[in-house]
């Protein structure tokens, strides 16, 4: 047991920090990123991102902690891309595009004046890569509550959600706003996108936004089981890369801990990859299947 | 006039400087089946878009039981046209019939008997109950078709908009699916409006049809309006009406037959 958990991990405030908070991200992020990938939007996701580093780099040089870096640039962007036609189909990777690039090259600009005026050396390293064992403790409690308003977001639009993925068009005929709901969405993914940031660092983000719930997708038929399946695979990887990551000090090169976000990252990609030999081990589809399978090679689709 | 579920009342749509529609007006009863027939871009989508409340009109009125259509009118069940489901999507049929009675409204909802039994009921109506549990994205095309078409008619709508359900199916499938309307039409007294580029699967259970070209509809019973004369003025140019073994087809006249036709009907020749 003393291998597993090496020596102090129950005992080390950070640990106990990390693995709070971490929960509470991993859940949001992984709920919202089932809505996301169903509504095509894990692009846009990940663009909010990479936007999330210019704030977070921002942020670093006035002075300022990097979530409120992270969630400013993100939601202006979201409201950015939402107004420049991003609930249009054809419109969407291009809004998404244009904005994400005018923020990359802001970001470079943002990280070269913020390394030669600080001494703080791995300031760039905790932009892109996060820092989930250094978390402000200050900035806790707004980590919590923003998790819990983009959670509670997404739980209140659910059905009207699934119902816009199914076909926009019934949904406006039954008097959805379904404009006015895609920015509300907008705005919890970016808000989702600045909190995975801070753990795991803001070009990483959407392996904990997109991973967890596209392995969920491909496990779970029902939207509510997707949504739970997605949230316990967001919180096992959080936690299994946090032990590892606590482990990984007496690990060569010792006295140098491994990056969470390393750990967090490679068991969520991992678990993906199971989801496909689990597909492929299935001697064959269940008759139901293949009948469907006939039908439709019979209709001249 | 009064008696009408949906009346169209001079309805003009103009989009871009260009008549999507002219002029169009015509009722449907309770219970009625009514074909919307055309060509592809005669105006069948808009004008079901026009009767949902999703184009907005430049000219006349739409009314619902003589009244204007309020937003979360349930009495309307649509399917739109080309459904194209992603198969990522985490929704089994009887979550997307589910999602016909109350996918508009906000927050969550505690699973119920009643609503468990009130799906499968519509499922085993349209004899989509042997799929209930498999994920709608992996259906054919006539099989999500028939999960719409109970999507729609879960809420009891008094009628039901149909955009072009028979586009790229089988012909089993496509009688399936018009005898299973037909069928619930007259059994839940629901009027169908149901739009197709191709009459004949129709042909048997059209109570009327309202033939659309080139923006402007002609309105009656089949015989009455699949006349070479009718459809002639509404193309603004002459077609032909060919019937064959039961079936109707309607034909544009090569170019210049039109004016040796005309020449010739002056004339008082016979052809």
């Known amino acids: 047991m003393q291998y597993v958990f090496e020596p102090g991990f129950f005992t080390s405030g950070p640990v106990h920090v990390a693995l709070a908070v971490g929960t509470v991200i991993a859940i949001t992020s992984a709920v919202v990123g089932v809505f996301t990938v169903t509504r095509g939007q ?36 979201a409201a950015f891309m939402e107004m420049i036609g991003i609930q249009r189909r054809r419109g969407r990777d291009v809004a998404t595009g244009v904005v ?104 990483l983000s959407t392996a904990l936004l997109i ?25 096992l990887a959080i936690w299994l890369g946090i032990l590892l990551a606590y482990d990984s000090f007496y690990w060569p090169p010792a006295g140098r801990g491994w990056p969470v976000s390393f750990f967090v990252v490679t068991l969520i990609v991992g678990g993906y990859l199971v989801t496909y030999l689990h597909r492929d081990r299935r001697p064959h589809q269940n008759p139901e299947q293949q009948n469907i399978d006939a039908e439709q090679a019979c209709s001249p689709a | 006039m009064t008696s009408d579920l949906l009346t169209l009342d001079h309805v003009g749509v103009r989009l871009g400087g260009r008549d999507i529609l002219r002029d169009v007006s015509f009722g449907i009863r309770p219970g009625q089946f009514t074909g919307l027939i055309g060509p592809n871009g005669a105006g069948k989508t808009t004008l079901l878009k026009v009767i949902l409340g999703l184009q907005p009109v430049t000219a006349g009125q739409v009314l619902i039981d003589g009244q204007p259509r309020s937003p979360r009118d349930t009495s309307i069940g649509y399917v739109p046209q080309k459904l ?77 908009l149909l955009d072009e359900p ?12 018009v005898s299973v309307l037909a069928r619930l039409a007259r059994a839940e007294q629901v009027a169908v409006l149901l739009s197709a580029h191709d009459m004949n699967p129709l042909m048997p259970y059209m109570d009327r049809i309202v033939y659309v070209a080139a923006g402007r509809v002609a309105v009656g019973d089949t015989d009455e309006v699949v006349q070479p004369e009718v459809l002639s003025r509404l193309y603004g140019q002459h077609v032909d009406v060919i019937r064959v073994h039961g079936r109707i087809l309607v034909v544009a006249a090569p170019e210049g037959v039109d004016e040796a036709e005309a020449a010739a009907e002056d004339a008082g020749v016979m052809r």
């Open chain 1, 42 to 77: 894990s692009f846009a996701g990940h663009s909010l991102a990479d936007i999330a580093t210019t704030g977070g780099s921002g942020a670093f040089l006035i002075g300022v902690n990097q979530f409120w870096g992270y969630l400013a640039f993100g939601a202006g962007a």
């Open chain 1, 100 to 203: 994400l690039g005018a923020a990359l090259g802001l970001a470079a600009l943002f990280l070269y004046l913020g390394t030669q005026y600080s001494t703080t050396t791995g300031a760039s390293f905790t932009i892109l890569f996060g820092s989930i064992f250094v978390l402000t403790p200050s900035t806790v409690p707004a980590l919590i509550v923003s998790a819990l308003l983009a959670l509670a977001t997404v739980v209140a639009l659910a059905r009207v959600l699934l119902l816009t993925s199914l076909s926009p068009d019934i949904a406006a005929a039954r008097g959805v706003p379904v404009r006015a709901v895609g920015a509300a969405f907008l705005m919890a993914l970016a808000v989702s996108v600045a909190l995975s940031a801070v753990i795991i660092g803001a070009v």
């Open chain 1, 211 to 235: 991973g967890p719930a596209a392995t969920a997708l491909r496990l779970a038929k029902s939207p509510v089981r997707a949504v739970i399946t997605a949230a316990g695979l967001g919180v």
């Open chain 2, 84 to 160: 194209g489901i992603e198969p990522d999507i985490p929704l089994r049929v009887r979550d997307v019939v589910s999602l016909g009675l109350d996918g508009h409204k906000f927050g969550l909802r505690l699973p119920s008997k009643t609503r468990r039994e009130l799906v499968s009921d519509m499922l085993t109506a349209v004899g989509a109950q042997r799929y209930a549990d498999a994920r709608v994205g992996e259906l054919s095309g006539g099989e999500q078709q028939r999960v719409m078409i109970a999507h729609a008619l879960i809420s009891q709508p008094k009628l039901l």
């Open chain 2, 166 to 177: 028979l586009a790229n199916l089988d012909i089993s499938s496509e009688q399936g699916i």
